[in-house]
């Protein structure tokens, strides 16, 4: 007979607790797929606090099931605002979808912090600027401080050889000239003080031949005023010994006559919005000793001393800090010490002028004035004819390439004479400086000019002619050391009588500090 089929008592329970299983699971199931439901439905507008506290517990609600990647698909179209009505829309930002997760799990972390590739800061954050290297040539010596004042002196010893030719006569020449220099300038907070000074002096070596000392000395005091008014107070002190080819030199002098000029000047200048106003007071003093003659006797010129007073007006309109036009007008006084030189002539004079032009200012590349006008001298003697002559002035400093320089410089000026019957004559002087730094320690000039001398169509005195021609090397050995070299020539021309040469050519060491 059969036994019995024997079923253990385990079966039953082992039944029921997978029962049991599959109805919590279901039970699960389908309240996370309410909860799914209710994340996608439309939030109110003025929710989005709430609407993060759901988003936060549907996410913990999904880990603790074990569903974090199902929640992150699903609820990426909820949190990109494709259900959300336009209310919605218009109160939150749209956010990107690669910030959507982080928007989802309320991350506050900025933009950087959250990329994987961070941007790159510029070098220009990253590295120093490189600064240009300060050129030996344009380096400035650091001075000598003197209270709240700074001097910065330099001085000068050549060797140098010279000869000039008039007609026939020929002079050579070698000579020792030492060359000093200084700048003072103050270093206050409001106002300038600046004082330059100047000299040379020459000791020949061998040969025959005018020594020529010269020294100069000026000061500029500049006072900032208040209402944009800014007044300057200047004087000065020049002396120089007189040219031989001077037209008012003596004729075959062993030493010309020395001359002492003393200036002094004051000048205001005030802005009236695009009006520019300046007026300019000028004195100056001259004073000529007694020339030598070669056989020892002297001639004197004290009859040619005499004080000068110039009174200048400007007004200028600023159509640009770049371009300003301006019309100026002067009037001048000539009064000699004695009524009637040596030769009987009653000297002194007014003079006026008038002109028009243009002040410009482009920086470093061009910068200085144009202008036009016309001038007059007369004279109290009327057998002295009056000089008149349309003026043509011009100062400008250009810059075409970096480390080269221009200056062009035209003067028209008349000039009194002292010679008997002679009233004087027109000076046409044209002079271009060209500075090239050749290297970072060389620089080489060039100077060009031409001088005119116009004399009127009643005088026994024939136009002349000046030319002259310069060149020179400075090697900056050190900030304190120079190493110069010069060459240059000369040549007047004249229409009736001799031309005259002169070359001349030096070498030496120049010494700053």
Request: charged fraction near 25%; aromatic fraction near 6%.
């Amino acid at each position: 007979m059969g036994q019995p089929k024997q079923t253990s008592s385990v079966m039953p329970l082992r039944a029921m607790s997978r029962a049991v299983s599959f109805a919590v699971l279901s039970t699960l199931l389908f309240s996370q797929t309410g909860a799914f439901a209710q994340s996608a439905s439309p939030q109110p507008a003025n929710s989005s606090f709430a609407t993060s506290q759901d988003n936060r517990a549907t996410n913990n609600a999904a880990s603790a099931a074990g569903f974090d990647d199902e929640t992150d698909d699903t609820a990426t179209p909820a949190a990109n605002g494709t259900t959300a009505n336009a209310d919605d829309t218009q109160q939150r930002p749209a956010i990107p979808d690669a910030q959507a997760g982080d928007d989802i799990t309320g991350s506050i972390l900025d933009e950087d912090i959250r990329r994987l590739n961070t941007r790159e800061a510029p070098l220009d954050e990253t590295l120093p600027r490189r600064r240009a290297a300060e050129s030996a040539s344009t380096a400035e010596t650091p001075g000598i401080p003197i209270g709240t004042f700074v001097l910065r002196p330099s001085v000068t010893q050549s060797i140098n050889t010279e000869t000039t030719k008039d007609g026939n006569t020929r002079q050579r020449r070698a000579f020792l000239e030492t060359d000093a220099a200084a700048t003072l300038t103050s270093d206050w907070g409001r106002h300038q003080l600046t004082v330059t000074s100047e000299g040379a002096w020459q000791k020949n070596i061998s040969g025959e031949g005018e020594e020529q000392p010269s020294f100069k000395v000026n000061g500029d005091l500049r006072l900032d005023l208040p209402d944009d008014t800014t007044a300057h107070l200047t004087a000065g002190y020049n002396f120089y010994r007189e040219d031989t080819d001077d037209p008012d030199a003596i004729a075959d002098a062993a030493q010309q006559s020395d001359v002492q000029e003393f200036s002094a000047g004051a000048s205001v200048q005030r802005d009236f919005g695009i009006l520019r106003g300046t007026t300019a007071l000028a004195l100056t003093r001259s004073i000529y000793s007694d020339a030598k003659l070669a056989n020892g006797t002297t001639v004197a010129l004290s009859d040619r001393n005499q004080t000068t007073g110039t009174l200048r007006g400007r007004v200028g309109y600023e159509l640009s800090p770049a371009l300003i036009p301006f019309i100026e007008a002067t009037i001048g006084r000539s009064v000699y010490d004695e009524t009637r030189d040596s030769a009987g002539y009653e000297r002194s004079g007014h003079s006026y002028g008038a002109k028009a032009g243009v002040e410009v200012d482009l920086g470093e590349k061009l910068k200085g004035e144009v202008g036009v006008g016309y001038e007059m001298a007369d004279f109290e003697d009327s057998r002295l004819s009056s000089i008149d002559t349309a003026t043509l002035d011009a100062s400008l400093l250009w810059s075409p390439i970096r480390g080269t320089d221009v200056n062009l410089d035209l003067q028209t000026s008349i000039q009194p004479s002292t010679t008997a019957g002679e009233s004087g004559y027109v000076s046409h002087a044209l002079t271009t400086t060209v500075t090239h730094q050749l290297r970072d320690n060389l620089v080489g000039t060039m100077i060009g000019g031409v001088i005119w001398r116009d004399y009127p169509t009643d005088s026994t005195i024939n136009d002349e002619l000046v030319y002259t021609a310069a060149t020179g090397l400075t090697w900056n050995i050190n900030r304190y050391l120079d190493l110069t070299s010069t060459l240059g020539y000369e040549l007047t021309t004249r229409k009736e009588g001799t031309d005259s040469q002169q070359w001349r050519a030096g070498v030496g060491l120049k010494l700053k500090r």
